[in-house]
C-alpha cells in the first residue's frame, strides 16, 4: 500500500502562486510515475501534471503548460506542484497520484494504482 498526503491547497488571487506537495509513504519498491489531477466544482477529474520518477520526464495538460511546474525530491519522497499565473478555472480539489507501471500517458489517462484525498485550491478574481 501506498499513502500520498497533499498539502500546500489555499486561497490566492488571480494572478499568484501556489505550491502543493504530495508525500508518499508505504511502499519502498518500484519507481512510480507519480501526477497531479484536479475536480473543479460539478466537474470531472482531469490530468493536469505528471512526471517519471526515476528519469524525471514530465507531461502537462495544455490548461497549465507554461504556467505550472512538476517536480520531485527523492530523498524525499515528495512531488511538487509548482503554481503560477493563476486563473480562476483553476480553482478546484487538487489530488495526487502514482502509478508503479506504464507510461506518463497512462497516467494522463487516469488509470492510476493509488490516490491522495486531495487539497482545496480556491484562486479568486
Known amino acids: 500500500q501506498v499513502q500520498l498526503v497533499e498539502s500546500g491547497g489555499g486561497l490566492v488571487q488571480a494572478g499568484g502562486s501556489l505550491r502543493l506537495s504530495c508525500a508518499a509513504s508505504g511502499r519502498t519498491f518500484g519507481t512510480p510515475n507519480m501526477g497531479w489531477f484536479r475536480q473543479a466544482p460539478g466537474k470531472e477529474r482531469e490530468f493536469v501534471a505528471a512526471?517519471?520518477?526515476?528519469?524525471?520526464?514530465?507531461t502537462y495538460s495544455d490548461s497549465v503548460k507554461g504556467r505550472f511546474t512538476i517536480s520531485g525530491d527523492n530523498a524525499k519522497n515528495t512531488v511538487y506542484l509548482q503554481m503560477n499565473s493563476l486563473k480562476p478555472e483553476d480553482t478546484a480539489v487538487y489530488y495526487c497520484a502514482a502509478k508503479y507501471s506504464g507510461s506518463l500517458q497512462i497516467v494522463a489517462l487516469g488509470v492510476i494504482d493509488y490516490w491522495g484525498k486531495g487539497t482545496l485550491v480556491t484562486v479568486s478574481s
Open positions: 512526471i517519471n520518477w526515476s528519469g524525471g520526464s514530465t
